[in-house]
T-cell receptor, first 113, second 115 residues
Framework: AQTVTQSQPEMSVQEAETVTLSCTYD???????LFWYKQPPSRQMILVIR??????QNATENRFSVNFQKAAKSFSLKISDSQLGDTAMYFC??????????FGQGTRLTINP | GAVVSQHPSRVICKSGTSVKIECRSL??????MFWYRQFPKQSLMLMAT?????????EQGVEKDKFLINHASLTLSTLTVTSAHPEDSSFYIC???????????FGDGTRLSIL
């Protein structure tokens, strides 16, 4: 079975700092997809970034980038120049091919002014 | 693009009432929709996967007669909580995707409170 683990329940940084959220996963498949979702206090689930396992290049979306280490089954999210609006729960998730998403436990990130 | 609308956003009702929640994909065809339940300060728990025109696939431990799912069109899925009780109070979120491997796009969720 596929599992996703986020080992940091909470993190807190100052505005404008860079923060990295950790995620590890376990899968027996070669074809899978990895995602980071953000859930602010409004409880909307917002897609932050997506990585296809067969692509070696790390995905980047503006201030958000990932460090995808396939051999280590690691998929960390880096947020650069953090902003107050980045305060949210962040969920790492994995999907094997056409299968369902498996979510990690989440990391509560607080950006302090 | 990729907007998913979920309605209602908030429901308060008496024990024994059945409650229907709608999930619509507004600008794409959702071949697959998912229903999740989220307890406070916890991750999303998948309840069922719904493919258009076929029966939903429920996760282990989820009562299919309690949580009725219908996915009659490529843009609409409904979750009906039948004879709801206080223990069914929770935050329910739907998501939709068009093709396997594509991201799931989420609705805004429904906060259900059973008195």
């Amino acid at each position: 079975a596929q599992t996703v683990t986020q080992s940091q329940p909470e993190m807190s940084v100052q505005e404008a700092e860079t923060v990295t959220l950790s995620c590890t996963y376990d899968t027996s498949e070669s074809n899978y997809y990895l995602f980071w979702y953000k859930q602010p206090p409004s409880r909307q689930m917002i897609l932050v970034i997506r990585q296809e396992a067969y692509k070696q290049q790390n995905a980047t979306e503006n201030r958000f980038s990932v460090n995808f280490q396939k051999a280590a089954k690691s998929f960390s999210l880096k947020i650069s120049d953090s902003q107050l609006g980045d305060t949210a729960m962040y969920f790492c998730a994995a999907a094997q091919g056409a299968q369902k998403l498996v979510f990690g436990q989440g990391t509560r990130l607080t950006i302090n002014p | 693009g990729a907007v998913v609308s979920q309605h209602p956003s908030r429901v308060i009702c008496k024990s024994g009432t059945s409650v229907k929640i709608e999930c619509r994909s507004l600008d794409f065809q959702a071949t697959t929709m998912f229903w999740y339940r989220q307890f406070p300060k916890q991750s999303l728990m998948l309840m069922a996967t719904s493919n258009e025109g076929s029966k939903a696939t429920y996760e282990q431990g989820v009562e299919k007669d309690k949580f009725l799912i219908n996915h009659a069109s490529l843009t609409l899925s409904t979750l009906t909580v039948t004879s709801a009780h206080p223990e069914d109070s929770s935050f329910y979120i739907c998501s939709a995707r068009d093709n396997p491997g594509q991201p799931q796009h989420f609705g805004d969720g429904t906060r259900l409170s059973i008195l």
